[in-house]
T-cell receptor, first 114, second 114 residues
Framework: KNQVEQSPQSLIILEGKNCTLQ??????????LRWYKQDTGRGPVSLTI?????NTKSNGRYTATLDADTKQSSLHITASQLSDSASYIC?????????????FGKGTHLIIQP | DGGITQSPKYLFRKEGQNVTLSCEQN?????MYWYRQDPGQGLRLIYY???????QKGDIAEGYSVSREKKESFPLTVTSAQKNPTAFYLC?????????????FGEGSRLTVL
């Protein structure tokens, strides 16, 4: 069964600190992996996409990594800001899965404290 | 501006009533989706549609119905048969070329059963 597991479930850090969120998946065959940011009470927004051949990709203070061999991805946030407080959702698409081929993680709830 | 509009933002329903959530997109996307989000759980697929006048059940379609009469619109009806309808509902769309496209989400509709 295709699964996406995220850790930690929740995380509290001080403003200005760095943090890393983890995503492990068992989706096969793999097509791509996306990280979404969801502010409280709003819809998720895509931060970055990782394909099979990519190891690292940055989007401002967000850096995503992918290890296709171990089926792990991470999202590193540098110099956190209060606006980073949100849930971060890992979503994996399996190859050939079509329109319903997405598997969602439960998300990591991140709180940035001043 | 292009995007997805969901309405209403908040909705209260008495037990036994049907309610309809609206979802409109002007992104010219082929596929549209409805997801349900509960606290501590990942997004779960209710229904999706890849083309006008055609739609498929997702993982939790029981108690819900949809229509796709126009490319831009994909309303969701929560019927009285849905035993636990209190949740946050998210509509999304995606350009289906290659199935790798980003999901664009609306702002969500929060349904509460009184």
């Amino acid at each position: 069964k295709n699964q996406v597991e995220q850790s930690p479930q929740s995380l509290i850090i001080l403003e200005g600190k760095n943090c890393t969120l983890q995503c492990n998946y068992t989706v096969s065959p793999f097509s791509n992996l996306r990280w979404y940011k969801q502010d409280t009470g709003r819809g998720p927004v895509s931060l970055t996409i990782m394909t099979f051949s990519e190891n690292t990709k940055s989007n401002g203070r967000y850096t995503a990594t992918l290890d296709a061999d171990t089926k792990q991805s991470s999202l590193h946030i540098t110099a956190s800001q209060l606006s980073d407080s949100a849930s971060y959702i890992c979503v994996v698409l399996y190859s050939g899965g079509g329109a319903d081929g997405l598997t969602f993680g439960k998300g990591t709830h991140l709180i940035i404290q001043p | 501006d292009g995007g997805i509009t969901q309405s209403p933002k908040y909705l209260f329903r008495k037990e036994g009533q049907n309610v309809t959530l609206s979802c409109e997109q002007n992104l010219n996307h082929d596929a549209m989706y409805w997801y349900r989000q509960d606290p501590g759980q990942g997004l779960r697929l209710i229904y999706y549609s890849q083309i006008v006048n055609d739609f498929q059940k997702g993982d939790i379609a029981e108690g819900y119905s949809v229509s796709r009469e126009k490319k831009e619109s994909f309303p969701l009806t929560v019927t009285s048969a849905q035993k636990n309808p209190t949740a946050f509902y998210l509509c999304a769309s995606r350009h289906e070329t290659g199935y790798t496209g980003e999901l664009f989400f609306g702002e969500g509709s929060r349904l509460t059963v009184l």
